[in-house]
């Protein structure tokens, strides 16, 4: 690497004998580790592979990638995209990968998407980023694409930096080994040490991580192992076109034995492979095979014991060469003189593809696992039914060094090592989450957070921006327990929740909250799964970020709503967190109490209507209506003059009506021999001024109603802009009451197991801060009535000793009668508790019961609604429940308030049939 973006890889091109290599590779090589072996002056690489297509894939990749580098400023963008997708297609060969990986391909692609701007061709760029980092993340490349994030950077994109972000997700969430065998797929195998003797009283298990680079067809069926002896008694696998094929050939006893695993094996996707076997009786034998930890397969056949030495052990190819060479790659490979349990081979399949130790020590390994699985894995049984262990870590030159702890080495003839023909390698590379930890932890993702404090142009870039960055997060705390301990031990959730609440709130997305949901419900199922760590950090999750009303409050009615919503229906059931201790219901109540007490755009749909009510509306007679219309009230549109020889402000209009307003002004009256006052700036032109001839004294002023007229043009654009102002406060109420709904769902779900009496006087307490606020909720009274209901024996008690009936008596106050109807009715349930336990005597006595009720209700009307008469009705009759006009909340958390056009409806008739019969009316109030 020669220093800027615009240079090839390696200036020179390769020589004439470094080219005759590439096609010749000699028999002796030396291993290619991290680092690039150049062995002839000016050559770029060296291939240290036998196999020429896949010496040809490589070279083509470095020669197109040196081409794309150096003169990609120069190409059209058209040719930009040829030449990008080129290269990604050879990218998806892991030969190309690794010798682009060698020759630090990775920044250069960085300082390309930084230069470039079609956004097509940084998408390439990203995606071969995702493809070198999940291969091999270095900690100098890891620095490189977080500099290159920050806002300070002058290449600095925020569309750009999603990608990065996103590729990053990607990366830290693809598993596989930092050291594994590569198999070239032609003449690459390994041979394992002879064996003196094979375990047959226990039975066998052989284990591996595996990573197939070419599917299996009917011409190619490679073979995974075999281990024989030279009597043609041997175990075998091969890959097939529908999964694993098992052998167990006797030539001796004439027996032959086939199982087939079905399973639809993925290309470059890493799972764990075990075989086992074991001795039954009556001479059968038991062969199983589990993938990814679980049981695929399982058959008897007749077990001969075997007691000749297996000379002939192989990985990747059978002992005959009559199957072609495996094309994969592997982890450690296990061999354990006893045929494992299931939960042992899940447990194992637990651990990960990079794991290679040897059971001995519970801190060796990073994975969440439960304290049964830890049992099972260190109890120390594995580790002394381990045959032998061949680490790719542990190599030197074409040796595999076995790795098992026993020092007795009786189970093979001579040496115990391992030998790698020339079409295999062991290879090393750097896992995004090692890197990770070893730039400094969890915490270099925090500082991008604050760059998103201020506004800029590109919203839609920045909200995916913050939604991958999460994610990002989240991926690298799930990674490994030690980022876990990390947030725990920093208070990691507290500080993010803090940097949130500084973030615009236009960037917080939905998008956002679903990983953030996302990342709550992984931590519930890694706490179900018996980590230690996750009930803590879900806990921490919730206090600091899910719920923090000052958080939410500012966002998006969309976003609130999916939050509120999810949790509900996602996390409420949950018993790993205990929301009484970390949460409590006080505080969830006290975040209706601050933060949704009033409706947004409730002081504007309040103006709307007033303003309606300005205007001049053609209102239809009202039937059965007997009061005169034409009371004097003072009118809202300014004094108008009126009076003899002085200014006497005075304004009338018309009684308000159940339609429309209808302003009306009074003339001005002069009398005989005074001069008119001149007419004040306020004074609407509708006035006028007449006088009265023959008279000093003052007579009888007539009241001459008058209409303010306006054209067409002046009503249309107001009533317009007021009908979109009424539409969008309808819209911002609806969403409003969601919200309150989904949380008072939440509330109901977390008390259904039993609610306690710390929990029924925080309800209580609620329930009057909001009377005394002038805000009672609908919402609310349903849900205490849903209480009431469901657990009456743990409410009750409570509600009657701290004077609950206070509480409902001061709701008759409120002018809204849907909040009266309702606290009616929750009166009549707690009248009837008691009456049932006897203390109905004792309640109507000390709160002047009816008497009280009747005063509350003639402070609003002097008629009863339908609905107030249903309420009073049930509390006469003691029946509380039958035909409810309000339901209760539903069991999936919705308590939005009632049918309030049912109950306007029933209001409306109500006051209709009263007026029509005046007799009627006064008989029955």
């Known amino acids: ?24 590779p000699p028999t002796q090589l030396p291993v290619w580790r991290c680092g690039v072996e150049e062995k002839e002056q000016g050559a770029f690489f060296f291939w240290p592979h036998p196999p020429c297509t896949m010496v040809d894939v490589a070279a083509k990749a470095v020669e197109k990638a040196n081409e794309f580098v150096q003169h990609a400023l120069r190409f059209s963008v058209e040719e930009q995209n040829e030449r990008a997708e080129e290269l990604l297609q050879l990218c998806q060969d892991t030969g190309a990968l690794i010798a682009l990986s060698k020759l630090g391909a990775l920044e250069k692609c960085l300082a390309l998407l930084l230069a470039l701007d079609d956004r097509q061709v940084c998408e390439k760029l990203a995606k071969m980023i995702e493809l070198l980092g999940s291969h091999s993340l270095s900690v100098r490349d890891l620095r490189s694409v977080v500099a290159s994030l920050k806002s300070d950077n002058p290449l600095y994109d925020v569309y750009v930096s999603s990608l990065l972000l996103s590729s990053l997700r990607k990366i830290a969430s693809s598993k596989g080994p930092s050291a594994f065998f590569r198999f070239s797929g032609v003449a690459a195998s390994m041979t394992l040490p002879p064996l003196k003797r094979w375990p047959f009283n226990r039975g066998f298990t052989f284990s591996a991580w595996l990573r197939l680079e070419r599917l299996a067809t009917e011409d190619y069926q490679p073979c995974l192992f075999s281990f024989g002896t030279t009597q043609n008694q041997h175990y075998s696998a091969h890959f097939t076109r529908h999964g694993l094929e098992l052998r167990y050939t006797d030539t001796v006893n004439s027996e032959h034995f086939c199982m087939d695993a079905l399973y639809e094996f993925k290309p470059q996707t890493w799972f764990m492979l075990s075989v086992s076997c074991k001795y039954q009786r009556m001479k059968k034998g038991d062969m199983r095979c589990f993938i990814n930890g679980r049981l695929n397969a399982q058959g008897t056949f007749r077990y001969h014991i075997i007691s000749e030495p297996f000379l002939k052990c192989h990985v990747g190819r059978d ?33 990960g593809p990079d794991y290679r130790n040897n059971f001995m020590y519970e801190s060796e390994s990073t994975a969440m696992l439960s304290p049964q699985e830890r049992k099972e894995l260190y109890s120390g049984t594995l580790l002394n039914s381990i045959m032998f262990n061949f680490n790719p870590r542990a190599c030197e030159g074409v040796l595999a060094l076995e790795s098992s702890p026993s020092h007795d080495q009786s189970n093979f003839i001579n040496s115990p090592h391992a030998t790698m023909s020339a079409g295999a390698e062991h290879l090393l590379c750097f896992r995004m ?19 998103l404090r201020t506004q800029t ?14 994610e990002l997060l989240s991926a690298v705390v799930l990674g490994a327990a030690v980022f876990q301990q990390q947030m725990v031990q920093m208070n990691g959730f507290l500080l993010l929740g803090y940097l949130l609440n500084q973030v615009n709130a236009d960037f917080i997305c939905s998008e956002t909250v679903d990983v953030l949901l996302d990342f709550a419900c992984a931590l519930l199922d890694a706490a179900n799964s018996g980590n230690s760590n996750s009930p803590r950090l879900l806990a921490e999750l919730l206090d600091h970020v899910l719920l923090r009303p000052t958080l939410w409050a500012k966002t998006s009615p969309e976003v609130q709503i999916k939050l509120y919503s999810r949790l509900t229906a996602d996390l409420a059931h949950t018993t790993v967190v205990n929301f009484r201790e970390c949460i409590g219901i006080r505080r969830l109540l006290d975040m209706l109490r601050d933060s949704y007490a009033v409706p947004p755009g409730a002081a504007e749909l309040e103006a709307t209507r007033a303003d309606s009510a300005r205007t001049p509306t053609a209102s239809p007679p009202v039937p059965g209506r007997t009061r005169a219309n034409t009371t004097l009230t003072s009118s809202h549109t300014g004094d108008h003059s009126l009076g003899s020889g002085g200014d006497l402000a005075r304004s009338v209009s018309l009684d308000r009506l159940p339609h429309a307003r209808v302003d009306i002004h009074v003339e001005s009256v002069r009398l005989e021999g005074s001069e008119e006052p001149p007419a004040s700036p306020g004074t609407p032109t ?15 002023l007539g009241v001459t109603p008058a209409i303010n007229r306006a054209s067409s043009e002046d009503i249309l654009a107001p009533t317009a802009t007021r009908a979109a102002v009424h539409r969008n406060c309808l819209q911002a109420a609806s969403e409003f009451s969601q919200i309150r709904s989904f949380i008072l769902g939440f509330v109901l779900r977390c008390i259904q197991s039993g609610l306690l009496a710390q929990e029924v006087d925080d309800i209580l307490h609620h329930l009057a801060d909001e009377n005394e606020a002038g805000q009672p909720h609908t919402d609310m009274l349903q849900f205490v009535n849903t209480l009431m209901q469901q657990q009456p024996d743990r409410f009750f008690p409570r509600f009657h000793a701290q004077n609950g009936m206070a509480v409902l008596l001061n709701l008759l106050r409120s002018p809204v009668e849907e909040v009266r109807v309702l606290a009616l009715r929750l009166i009549a349930a707690h009248l009837q508790w008691a009456v049932d336990n006897g203390q109905r005597t004792e309640l109507v006595e000390r709160f002047a019961l009816f008497s009280c009720i009747s005063k509350r209700l003639l402070l609003h009307t002097d008629w009863l609604s339908v609905p107030t008469y249903r309420a009073l009705y049930a509390m006469v009759v003691g029946d509380n429940t039958s035909n409810p006009l309000y339901s209760g909340p539903a069991e999936n958390g919705n308590t939005g308030s009632g049918n309030n056009s049912n109950t306007n409806n029933n209001s409306s008739s109500s006051r209709n049939s009263s007026n029509h019969n005046n007799n009627n009316n006064s008989s029955s109030s």
């Open 457 to 470: 142009r590109d919203v839609l870039d920045t909200q995916r921006f913050l939604a991958s960055l999460v």
């Open 433 to 451: 989450l090692d890197s990770v930890r070893s730039a400094g932890g969890v915490q270099i993702l925090f500082p991008l957070f604050g760059q």
């Open 686 to 700: 509708s006035v006028r001024s007449v006088s009265s001839r023959g008279s000093n004294t003052s007579r009888h």
């Open 319 to 351: 002992a005959g060469h009559a199957s072609p060479s495996l094309h994969a790659q592997t982890g450690a490979l296990y061999l354990f003189s006893d045929a494992l349990p299931p939960s042992t081979v899940h447990a194992i399949y637990r651990l």
């Open 1 to 24: 690497k020669t220093g800027t973006f615009t240079q090839p890889f390696v200036g020179s091109p390769p020589s004439a004998t470094a080219a005759s290599r590439l096609r010749n």
